[in-house]
């Protein structure tokens, strides 16, 4: 097993550090030990805490993540995660780990944890090494209502987005949550869900038929973006 680090979350956006924890949470060998809304909040925990590895977002009020890095122990470890390819040269100046854009994919987040492990904790990777990194969950939760539902992915039909909300689409009910669809995207398991357009994603084994425009659900027929459209078709045909 690998050795034991300990880690922080640092973003002012609530569902950025949900995702984050999320992924990090299937790996044995990570620690979080606090998740920060902001690099006020990061400092007091660097000051209580010894941290190995930052997870660390760029784009934040007050403090920003570059002017955070650049005041914190060379010691400590940076991972960037953001939105923004515009910083991608001044993170890797500081010497970052690895720098990740969102939304951040369990496959990208682990790679970038795998380089942390080959440079600075161990001489041999994490694959070397064996990290257990726990099976994927067959569910998430989300909140709906003032509560959180948890909903499995057997029961997604498809996901349709409308600005800040999303409607999931289930046998018997639709789950309307405040999330973006990219946020729930990066839940999903890549191998069940597919992205059609900026404002669909859909369940693999719900459907139907498909044409090079329309992915077919039964009789509702979700369209293919162009954008979308080489992938789609690239992935559907695996199948």
């Known amino acids: 097993m690998p050795n034991q680090i300990s880690c922080i979350i640092v973003d002012d956006e609530a569902i950025a550090r949900e995702v984050i924890a999320t992924h990090l949470s299937k790996i044995d060998s990570i620690d979080i030990v606090r998740s920060c809304s902001n ?11 010894t941290i190995d590895l930052v997870f660390l977002d760029i784009n934040m009020p007050e403090i920003s993540g570059i002017a955070f890095a650049k005041s914190i122990n060379k010691d400590i470890k940076i991972i960037f995660t953001t939105a923004y390819r515009d910083y991608a040269v001044e993170g890797f100046e500081l010497q970052a780990v690895d720098y990740l854009l969102k939304p951040i994919a369990f496959d990208r987040l682990l790679k970038a944890v795998n380089t942390y492990f080959e440079v600075y904790n161990t001489p041999t ?17 989300v909140r709906s209502e003032r509560r959180m539902l948890k909903i499995d992915f057997n029961d997604i039909i498809y996901i349709e987005s409308y ?6 689409h289930l046998p018997t009910e639709t789950v309307v949550t405040r999330e973006t669809i990219s946020a729930i ?3 999903l398991p890549k191998q069940r869900f597919i992205r059609i357009h900026r404002s669909f994603i859909v369940s693999i084994k719900s459907i139907t038929s498909f044409t090079n425009e329309h992915i077919n659900i039964g009789k509702k027929a979700l ?7 080489k992938e789609v078709l690239k992935q559907l045909e695996l199948y």
């Open 39 to 49: 690099a006020i909040e990061a400092f007091n925990c660097l000051s209580n805490n």
């Open 223 to 229: 369209s293919i973006s162009r954008s979308y459209k």
């Open 125 to 141: 990777s994490l694959e070397e090494k064996k990290i257990d990194v726990m099976e994927s969950n067959d569910f998430i939760f």
């Open 185 to 187: 995207e990066a839940k």
């Open 163 to 168: 600005s800040d909300y999303i409607k999931i």
